[in-house]
């Protein structure tokens, strides 16, 4: 299954200023795991120590939260579209 | 794409940005996101050296809008607009407060700030100046209503281009109010949060100035400025509790940073400080839930559904920030329905004569609620943030009256009618 996942510009010295990376995966988690394994830092960045997306980011798969879903269980289809988003904004 | 400039000229206060949740510095650039951990980047300022100088005389000498504070707000050269923004009124509300049982209560009437009747203009105010000092042509936001009037105003008054992106839904006064000014109104089919996160997008994509995004470290500091003139208009002292709506959080978060920020500079004792109290619509209350269950993370409401639109944001950025806030200062909070919000209303406008749209009506039946509870400190003066003008939502008060059948000009009639009373 392969997956788009779009990087915000605070993140994008870790993937050598690229915006999309390419994901293979049936999960959000798996999506991750993939990006990471040629991106450590970028991994290592967006998760906290017990694995989960830190507070401050949120995730979506085709715009939609994951925390409304299954969180890194959502998943994922040919095409589908993860974007990573800090989370300060709006109000 | 736009070039930005990222280093414009600073006064000595304006210091850094620093990240809230790490600490980590960088400079004061037009990024609102730490690169380690992703919490808020917050201005920095080097209040120490504004102590003696900064001092009341000063500001009283200088002209009655939101710059008379410019020494702790982030802007580095003089202010191109926003000069008639802020001083806005604060009013003694007795009749308001002895229906409600609030000894001393107090009303900020940011229902008729310069230029779109809310406290937004003050946010924009900031965040526009930045965009100038960054040499950012285009500005965008994503709003609720009130942030859409009030970017387009003073964008349209900057000669900027506007971008503005709003929920589909949002109440017709509102659309109207943003359209007239020319900006390029964008109805996203969504919420809030929704349009938000496509902000977030927009701004990376396309390096425009959206105010509540890559602009917001400077534009949150705006909202200091109801706090500053709280105090200055109690004389220079503090409130013992101030009331605010609570949507992303950050105007309680940002009073709160206003009356420490004044202690530290000297202009007033460095001593206890108010309690703050949050208030939300039941329809959309994940920081009030939060702080009812006693959780730190605040779980975002998916589906809003509430008459108070404005404060409709299901997945508030600074709600962990608005949390502390209460907590740390004592306050608390509380959430009420959309009747409540509506007999809020009518007690402001009836009892005070200031008409408020759906937020007001949520911090009047929120302090109604608060006062039951005996929540509010007795110790001095009760100031209740009224947020928003209500002719931007008068559908939600037409309930509040009866409306009679027309009659011919005769005085009998009227007549007829003053006997019925």
């Known amino acids: ?91 | 794409m736009t070039e930005i400039q990222t280093k414009p000229a600073t006064p000595d206060s304006l210091d850094t940005l620093r990240c809230r949740l790490c600490g980590e510095v960088t400079d004061a650039g037009p990024y609102h996101v730490c690169e380690h951990c992703f919490g808020p980047l917050e201005v920095g300022y080097d209040l120490e050296s504004l102590r003696g100088t900064l001092t009341r005389e000063l500001i009283r000498s200088r002209p009655t809008n939101l710059w008379r504070y410019r020494e702790l707000l982030p802007i580095g050269t003089d202010p191109v607009g926003g000069h008639a923004v802020g001083w806005t009124p604060l009013l003694p509300a007795p009749r308001l407060g002895e229906a409600l049982g609030i000894e001393d209560l107090w009303i900020k009437a940011d229902s008729s700030n310069h230029p779109t009747q809310s406290f937004k203009d003050r946010v924009v105010a900031i965040a526009l100046q930045r965009a100038h000092e960054f040499g950012i042509k285009v500005v965008g936001c994503a709003s609720t209503g009130n942030l859409a009037n009030s970017v387009a105003a003073q964008a349209a008054a900057a000669g900027l281009e506007a971008w503005i992106f709003i929920p589909e839904d949002l109440e017709p006064e509102k659309v109207t109010a943003t359209g007239v000014h020319g900006a390029r109104l964008v109805r996203i089919r969504g919420v809030y949060d929704d349009v938000n996160r496509l902000c977030a997008e927009v701004s990376d994509r396309f390096g425009w100035g959206i105010v509540n995004v890559n602009l917001r470290p400077y534009y949150a500091e705006g909202s200091k400025t109801v706090g500053f003139e709280i105090v200055e208009q109690l004389d220079w002292s503090l409130p013992a509790n101030v009331v605010a709506p609570m949507a992303g959080g950050s105007l309680i978060t940002k009073l709160g940073k206003s009356f420490r920020e004044f202690g530290e500079v000297g202009l007033i004792d460095d001593g206890p400080k108010p309690r703050l109290f949050g208030t939300q619509a039941a329809g959309c209350a994940p920081i009030i839930n939060a702080l009812h269950e006693g959780e730190s993370r605040v779980r975002p409401v998916r589906e809003p559904k509430t008459i108070a639109r404005s404060l409709a944001i299901g997945n508030p950025a600074d709600g962990p920030f608005a949390l502390q806030a209460m907590l740390d200062s004592g306050g608390w909070g509380e959430a009420v329905s959309d009747d409540e919000i509506v007999e809020g209303i009518r007690l402001l406008a009836s009892l005070e004569g200031v008409f408020t749209e759906t937020a007001g009506g949520v911090v009047v039946a929120g302090a109604a609620r608060l006062a039951r509870e005996g929540r509010f400190a007795s110790d001095g003066p009760t100031v209740l943030c009224i947020t928003g003008n209500g002719l931007k939502t008068p559908d939600a008060a037409r309930s509040t009256f009866e409306l009679g059948e027309p009659i011919e000009p005769r005085l009998s009639e009227v007549e007829r009618l003053a006997e019925g009373m």
């Open chain 1, 1 to 91: 299954m392969s997956v788009k996942v779009r990087v915000p510009s605070a993140l994008r010295k870790l993937t050598q200023g690229r915006s999309e990376l390419e994901g293979k995966g049936g999960t959000v988690r798996e999506v991750l795991d993939h990006v990471g394994r040629d991106n450590p830092e970028l991994l290592a960045r967006i998760t906290e120590d017990g694995g989960e997306i830190r507070q401050f980011l949120n995730v979506f798969v085709n715009g939609t939260d994951i925390r409304y879903e299954k969180d890194l269980d959502t998943p994922v289809a040919e095409g589908d579209e993860v974007s990573i988003v800090p989370s300060i904004a709006g109000g």
